[in-house]
T-cell receptor, first 114, second 117 residues
């Protein structure tokens, strides 16, 4: 069965520090995509970064990078130089090539301390 | 225009009311989605429209009725809701319903916070 696991329900990080949010996934399908979304308290779900299962290089988008370790089935999100505005809920999600449904993790609530 | 808009932002309704949630996108996306999200939980998929046809209905009660009048609009008609239906309702769209790829990520609207009294 397909599953996404986020083991950190909550994290506190000092402003300007880097932070790693963990995500592991389980699937036997060879072709899939992994997504990270940010959800501030306002409610909007904001797409951050995508990694395809066949991508050779780790995805990067500005201060966001995805540490993709296929053999370990992990897709951790790294935020460099954290800012107060990074405080939000972060969801990891997976989508199989054969299906257009997103499988979501439980989320990690990140709080950046000044 | 790279956004999904949703109206209203907040909605309070009684159990006997009929109301509608609206969602609009002008990105030329061919798949649109309705999600329900309870506090501190991930979104739960309700419906998917692909090329204006209902493709997925995740066993949603009939008191929720989706409608896709055209490729840019998605409505969710609400009737005889229960207090447990109170949640954030998120609309999303993607370029194509099938397949993966970076250009197929789902773009979400800001949501409608629904309270059923």
């Amino acid at each position: 069965a397909q599953k996404i696991t986020q083991t950190q329900p909550g994290m506190f990080v000092q402003e300007k520090e880097a932070v790693t949010l963990d995500c592991t996934y389980d699937t036997s399908d060879p072709s899939y995509g992994l997504f990270w979304y940010k959800q501030p308290s306002s409610g909007e779900m904001i797409f951050l970064i995508y990694q395809g299962s066949y991508d050779q290089q780790n995805a990067t988008e500005g201060r966001y990078s995805l540490n993709f370790q296929k053999a370990r089935k992990s897709a951790n999100l790294v935020i460099s130089a954290s800012q107060l505005g990074d405080s939000a809920m972060y969801f990891c999600a997976m989508r199989l090539d054969s299906n257009y449904q997103l499988i979501w993790g439980a989320g990690t609530k990140l709080i950046i301390k000044p | 225009d790279t956004e999904v808009t949703q109206t209203p932002k907040h909605l309070v309704m009684g159990m006997t009311n009929k109301k509608s949630l609206k969602c609009e996108q002008h990105m030329g996306h061919r798949a649109m989605y309705w999600y329900k999200q309870k506090a501190k939980k991930p979104p739960e998929l309700m419906f998917v429209y692909s090329y204006e046809k209902l493709s997925i209905n995740e066993s949603v009660p009939s008191r929720f009725s989706p409608e896709c009048p055209n490729s840019s609009l998605l409505n969710l008609h609400l009737h005889a809701l229960q207090p447990e239906d109170s949640a954030l309702y998120l609309c999303a769209s993607s370029q194509d319903g099938l397949g993966t790829g970076e250009n197929n990520e789902q773009f979400f609207g800001p949501g409608t916070r629904l309270t059923v009294l």
